[in-house]
């Protein structure tokens, strides 16, 4: 019998993907980002003292951990700052592409604790590789990913008896602070 086989004499040479921006996936979103939570602080401050908002994050990372902020009233100017409030999350390890594993991400907002009053108001979680230090906005807008929920605080009202007035609501609309050019990176103020 004649057999035919084909030896390799060198290593092949692969290339290492290219790191994208992480990902929030829109169908792992929790609560669901499509309706608007109603929140009572003022009559039933105790029956609501926080809410989780949770997503999965799929991204190439090349070792670079994710970085997440949650945001209260993002695209508020507030004390020169683009939010009114701000909330840290843990930083999640990083990733590839292939890994079958979801890659969830947490955070806590103690409604009992912040500072909003009654009406409209939006959450914002974002997801970034670098955020800045002295902004806490993320270096680069095109290494970034976000979700907004929309919330509306019943002020002194429960949540069964509230009945929002959403005419007063008109910077529902995208809100993000803008970027001089979308294409580039703006400077971080102090990084690591």
């Not at 029956?47 to 949770?54: G, M």
């Not at 680069?140 to 069964?160: E, F, K, L, M, P």
Request: net charge negative.
């Amino acid at each position: 019998m004649v057999v035919t086989s084909c030896l390799v004499t060198s290593t092949p040479d692969f290339t290492p993907p290219k790191p994208t921006r992480p990902f929030l996936v829109p169908s792992s979103v929790d609560p669901d980002a499509r309706g608007v939570l109603l929140i009572d602080t003022v009559e039933h401050p105790k029956s609501l003292t926080s809410i989780e908002f949770s997503a999965d994050i799929v991204s190439e990372d090349q070792d670079a951990k994710v970085q997440g902020v949650l945001y209260i009233d993002y695209g508020a100017l507030t004390n020169d700052r683009p939010f009114l409030e701000q909330i840290q999350i843990a930083d999640v390890a990083a990733s590839t592409l292939t890994d079958p594993m979801a890659r969830p991400i947490r955070a806590k907002w103690n409604v009992a604790a912040s500072s909003i009053g009654p009406g409209c108001h939006t959450v914002t979680m974002l997801v970034t590789h670098t955020l800045d230090r002295v902004s806490s906005c993320p270096c680069c807008r095109n290494d970034s990913s976000q979700i907004t929920w929309q919330v509306y605080s019943c002020g002194g009202a429960s949540a069964a008896k509230c009945h929002p007035d959403f005419s007063l609501c008109e910077n529902w609309g995208p809100g993000c602070p803008a970027a001089a050019n979308p294409d580039s990176c703006p400077a971080c103020g102090a990084l690591p």
